[in-house]
């Protein structure tokens, strides 16, 4: 039996142990019982194993140990032997010739190692003296981020993405520059691939940013700086309107227009109430300065609107309430129309389409203020019409003609007079008692003013159904409260009174009667217009 006793020299601190072989004495294990009897008088190794772990630090890596030991003479090879518990080597590993090895990859913990030499035949010595390391940390390479990148960039947010060669937490330093002083929550689940949430953040602004990665044996890893800018702020805010107004208000149409402080689509909504029910047709062009006409409408009717505009970004404003009253045409409720315009004949022509034709008596045909007029004598001259469509005494109503006296009146002169067939109530208007002006029979003045020069001038009297209002030129004369007679006329007299008691000495040129009060404005513009040529 070939005998290889082994002896331990000592290590780098000089402390030797000799440890026991763990198998027996068979051929091919090492000997150590012989050795025992035998003493360590033939050395077949000199093994001290050294901790290179500090030594070397600057290859090496946490969770590696840097071993070394003596070279025994005759050694064929060497092993290297580690455990986590004293003496008990759970793993081995043939390192062949080399006197100096690397165990990578340990955990956290307290290891235990020894080397034991083989010769060429395969005998194996007994364990070196025993060498221990507390590896601690284990992983200390840091994570490697990479593409770090922001996205899905708002006014106030932005997502920031990135990934890392290995799991770790996720963070991201971010600020209105490179010194950041903002931090998202730390999200400490370990992950590859990260994303973060900024929120909060100011519109039309850059940020600057970093990622932070700290994997699980705590290596840190930040990026270099990024930025990126938000957008500008949403708009929440309605625009605000001014300078309501109408404009060009005619008997169906009107104009509205209006302003905002910003770019705002157009739209009106109008109605007889503030219900409204009718919108104009929108406009969505964007713009400061508004207008939309509104046709359809019903003369002479009080209109309510509003108007509304909405901003790019949806926010609407609608306006308060404002109104408009559309105007009546001059023709509307115009219910008898002289002109006088046809210079011959025995009839005169109704143009108000009641078809209240007149029939002259020893009326004649004369120039009048404008075309041809009627002359009547005082004596026996006449018209007489019948009267669809006239106003009750005392309900609205107009009566508008030119007239030229031929002489100062001093005595009852009608122009027109409206009766009631039975009972002789009339409301006249005419001369009477030196005066001019409007009365009912039986009764008195229901309005006079003092007799103007014997020239062409216009005579109105308007009835609003509580207040008579008379005319002269354009001019308010008289007006009174009087309550009036409710007869309905049913004859139509110009000239005199139906009995025949009284007869008109003048000149009569477009007469005309309407069943409602014209308004002074419209009786300036009537003057100026020819029954012949009215609308
Ligand atoms: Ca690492
Ligand atoms: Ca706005
Ligand atoms: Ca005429």
Request: with cysteine; hydrophobic share 35%; glycine share 10%.
């Amino acid at each position: 039996m070939r005998r290889h006793p082994i002896c331990l020299r000592g290590n780098a601190k000089g402390n030797m142990r000799g440890e026991p072989p763990s198998t027996g004495t068979e051929r091919g294990s090492v000997g150590l019982v012989s050795d025992r009897r035998f003493g360590f008088s033939t050395p077949f190794a000199i093994l001290a194993v050294v901790l290179g772990l500090s030594a070397f630090a600057g290859i090496s890596f946490a969770g590696d140990v840097n071993l070394a030991w003596n070279a025994s003479t005759g050694a064929a090879g060497y092993k290297v032997h580690f455990g986590t518990a004293s003496g008990a080597y759970g793993t081995s590993v043939d390192v062949g010739t080399r006197t100096t090895y690397t165990v990578t990859g340990l955990a956290a913990g307290t290891y235990y190692f020894a080397v034991t030499a083989y010769d060429s035949s395969g005998v194996q010595s007994g364990f070196s003296n025993e060498a221990t390391a507390a590896v601690t940390g284990g992983d200390t390479t840091p994570p490697v981020i990479s593409a770090v990148s922001s996205s899905s960039v708002t006014f106030s947010s932005a997502t920031v993405t990135w990934t890392t060669n290995e799991q770790t937490n996720s963070q991201v330093d971010y600020g209105a520059t490179a010194s950041y002083g903002s931090s998202t929550p730390l999200n400490a689940t370990l992950v590859t691939a990260h994303s973060q949430g900024l929120s909060g953040l100011a519109a039309s602004a850059t940020y600057h940013f970093r990622v932070k990665s700290v994997d699980a044996a705590g290596n840190p890893a930040t990026s270099g700086d990024f930025t990126f800018t938000t957008s500008a702020a949403a708009d929440t805010t309605a625009p605000v309107i001014s300078s309501v107004s109408s404009s060009g208000v005619s008997g169906n149409a009107a104009t509205i227009r209006w302003s905002t402080n910003e770019a705002a689509n157009s739209q009106v909504q109008y109605g007889t109430s503030t219900s409204y029910g009718s919108t104009s047709a929108l406009d969505p062009s964007l713009t400061t300065s508004h207008t939309q006409t509104l046709s359809g409408l019903a003369a002479g009717t009080i209109y309510h609107y509003r108007v509304t505009s909405k901003d790019a970004a949806t926010n609407l404003v609608t306006s308060s309430d404002f109104t408009f009253k559309t105007t009546t045409p001059l023709n509307a409720d115009l219910v008898v129309a002289y002109s006088f315009d046809e210079g011959a004949g025995t009839t005169a022509a109704d143009y108000s389409g009641n078809s209240n034709t007149g029939t002259l008596f020893n009326a004649s045909w004369t120039t009048g203020k404008y075309g041809n007029a009627l002359w009547f004598n005082g004596k026996n001259g006449y018209v007489t019409a019948p009267c669809s469509g006239l106003p009750a005494m005392n309900a609205p109503q107009t009566i508008a003609y030119w007239f030229t006296a031929s002489r100062r009146a001093t005595s009852t002169q009608p122009v027109v007079s409206l009766a009631d067939d039975a009972q002789q109530i009339s409301i006249q208007a005419g001369f009477k008692d030196s005066r001019i002006g409007v009365w009912q029979d039986p009764g008195g003045w229901l309005v006079a003013a003092n007799q103007p020069s014997r020239t062409w001038h216009y005579i109105v009297y308007t009835f609003d159904g509580a207040t008579h209002r008379f005319y002269v030129d354009g001019d308010e004369k008289g007006s009174s409260t009087i309550r009036p007679t409710a007869a309905a006329p049913t004859s139509l007299q110009i000239g005199r009174v139906r009995d025949g008691s009284d007869y008109l000495r003048g000149t009569v040129d477009e007469l005309r009667v309407y069943s409602r009060a014209l308004s002074q404005t419209e009786i300036q513009s009537l003057m100026n217009i020819a029954i012949g040529s009215q609308p």
